[in-house]
Nanobody, 124 residues
Framework: QVQLVESGGGLVQAGGSLRLTCVAS????????MGWFRQAPGKEREFVAA????????YYADSVKGRFTISRDNAKNTVYLQMNSLKPEDTANYYC?????????????????WGQGTQVTVSS
């Protein structure tokens, strides 16, 4: 069983930055691919970014490439999402996810474990 707790959301102006944090309570944390997803009001949940267990491979949705960076610290059981140049369309509830399968599939599967989400609101 893996429990995930996100933090770091908030209200920011367009062009600003936020860093989301997800702490996992999991044995063998490095054996899990980690990802971030988001869901805006009235829309389906969408993939944002994923990172392999070692941290050596990362994957991004086209909409966030060049602006968001996913990273992890396996010693702290933590994954981060650094979000720069935020846009109003980035407004959503952001969810952390974990899955034992490869990170390259994260955008095409429903991960096994989910956090409760943290709200990000970008004002124009």
């Amino acid at each position: 069983q893996v429990q995930l707790v996100e933090s770091g959301g908030g209200l920011v102006q367009a062009g600003g930055s936020l860093r989301l944090t997800c702490v996992a309570s999991a044995r063998f944390f490095s054996s899990y691919a980690m990802g971030w997803f988001r869901q805006a009001p009235g829309k389906e949940r969408e993939f944002v970014a994923a990172i392999s267990g070692s941290g050596g491979d990362t994957y991004y949705a086209d909409s966030v490439k060049g602006r968001f960076t996913i990273s992890r610290d396996n010693a702290k059981n933590t994954v981060y999402l650094q979000m720069n140049s935020l846009k109003p369309e980035d407004t959503a509830n952001y969810y952390c996810a974990a899955d034992p399968r490869s990170a390259e599939f994260m955008g095409f599967i429903s991960p096994n474990y989910w956090g409760q989400g943290t709200q990000v609101t970008v004002s124009s």
